[in-house]
Structure formats: structure tokens, C-alpha cells
């Protein structure tokens, strides 16, 4: 099975905000609500961001939130920090009970 | 302390045998799902596997099908990655994971990784 798929990269500048889209098929994205967001920064262990399409672990911003339309959904960032630059993977239960992850997007805050 | 910790990662050539053990502490190991994920050096992420709380449900991603076996043992609190007929492209850090349900309520999303382990399959 292909991977979900996401832009390679994205940019923006401190303080604006920008939207990662992570698009499927009806056997996974659009067929589920177990869509979920983790962010992953160089030689370290991926975080979760996201869950369920659109809740947020404790602990994680309220700048991050999460939605989905069809088999598209999306993670968005609001109020950039340099923090936020980093690895961004959406993944998706699928009908095969398994699950499958986006190819990754680069996140540069300039 | 609550965390995950893989081990048994090294060079082994291509066909050969290796299995990764993950240690879990600080929390009751036997109430989670537990996956396992890799990540090719420079690439994404994939998902490999899932094992049930009480290890009667498998599932496997279809790159490692037939070759890779999960199973755990919740006694020693350890999660085993058996890696069978390895390829070069089984090369890749391997995490285990936490799947943040509970019982039989698997989400499939991961709330505790561990920092991995490096396995790479060359000649």
C-alpha cells in the first residue's frame, strides 16, 4: 500500500501559520477518524501532535489543531515558532488493520 | 519511569537472523497494544507491526510479511521484533511504541516510543 501522501515541505514565517494536508483513499483517511499527527526533529523519537483527527495530547499547543474533509486531512500551525521547524507524518488506520504513514513534510520556519 | 527501550541492533547480512527486543518500564505493559515502526536512514516512517494487549492479534505491514514475526512477553514486560530472510531494505532504525489504548481498544496511534535501535543488512 502507497503511502498517504503530504507535500514534501512547507515554510513560513514566525507568527504566521500554515497547513500540512495529508491525503488518502476511503480505505484509510476517509474511512476512519484514526487520524493522527506526529512531529519528529532530527535523531529524536517521533512526538504526537494529533489524534483522532483533531485532539490534542496534554502537553501539546493549542496552536497545533488537526481536521479532516473526504479522504484529505490536514494539521495546522498557528502563531509559528522556530520550535515548530521540524518533521511533520500524518498516519491512518486502514481496512486492512494496518496502518500506514504520510511520506513526511519538512517544516522551515524562515 | 515511564519508557520504552530497544536493543539487539547491529550489522547482519543479507538473509540472516536478528531479533530486537524493547524493554517497557514504569507502566502496566500488559494493558497496551504495542507496535513496531522503522524509519530508513534519511527516509519516512513505516509502520511494521501490532501486537495485541494479551498478544492474540497480529498484524503486519506487507514489506515484512512471512519474514518478521512480533510477539511479547508480558511477564518480562518485553516486546520482541523477530527479523527473518533480511533484505537491504530492511535496513532502518526500528522503534517500538505505545499504543496510548487500553485492552482491547487499540487507536493505533503511539504515546511512548522508545530511541530506537539501528539494524543494518549488508554483505
Known amino acids: 500500500q502507497s503511502a498517504l501522501t503530504q507535500p514534501a515541505s512547507v515554510s513560513g514565517s514566525p507568527g504566521q501559520s500554515i497547513t500540512i494536508s495529508c491525503t488518502g483513499t476511503s480505505s484509510d483517511v476517509g474511512g476512519y477518524n484514526f487520524v493522527s499527527w506526529y512531529q519528529q526533529h532530527p535523531g529524536k523519537a517521533p512526538e504526537l501532535m494529533i489524534y483522532e483527527v483533531s485532539n490534542r495530547p496534554s502537553g501539546v499547543s493549542d496552536r497545533f489543531s488537526g481536521s479532516k474533509s473526504g479522504n484529505t486531512a490536514s494539521l495546522t500551525i498557528s502563531g509559528l515558532q522556530t520550535d515548530d521547524e521540524g518533521d511533520y507524518y500524518c498516519?491512518?488506520?486502514?481496512?486492512?488493520?494496518?496502518?500506514?504513514f504520510g511520506g513526511g513534510t519538512k517544516l522551515t520556519v524562515l | 519511569q515511564v519508557q520504552l527501550v530497544e536493543s539487539g541492533g547491529g550489522v547482519v547480512q543479507p538473509g540472516r537472523s536478528l531479533r530486537l527486543p524493547c524493554a517497557a518500564s514504569?507502566?502496566?505493559?500488559?494493558?497496551?497494544?504495542m507496535h513496531w515502526v522503522r524509519q530508513s536512514p534519511g527516509k519516512g516512517l513505516e509502520w511494521v507491526s501490532i501486537?495485541?494487549?494479551?498478544?492474540?492479534?497480529?498484524y503486519y505491514a506487507d514489506s515484512v510479511k512471512g519474514r518478521f514475526t512480533i510477539s511479547r512477553d508480558n511477564s518480562k514486560n518485553t516486546l520482541y521484533l523477530q527479523m527473518d530472510s533480511l533484505r537491504s531494505e530492511d535496513t532502518a532504525v526500528y522503534f517500538c511504541?505505545?499504543?496510548?489504548?487500553?485492552?482491547?481498544?487499540?487507536?493505533?496511534?503511539?504515546?511512548?516510543w522508545g530511541r530506537g535501535t539501528l539494524v543494518t543488512v549488508s554483505s
Open positions: 514504569g507502566f502496566t505493559f500488559s494493558s497496551h497494544a
Open positions: 501486537i495485541s494487549y494479551d498478544g492474540v492479534y497480529k
Open positions: 498516519t491512518s488506520y486502514t481496512t486492512s488493520s494496518t496502518l500506514i
Open positions: 511504541a505505545r499504543d496510548r489504548g487500553t485492552g482491547s481498544s487499540s487507536v493505533w496511534y503511539f504515546d511512548l
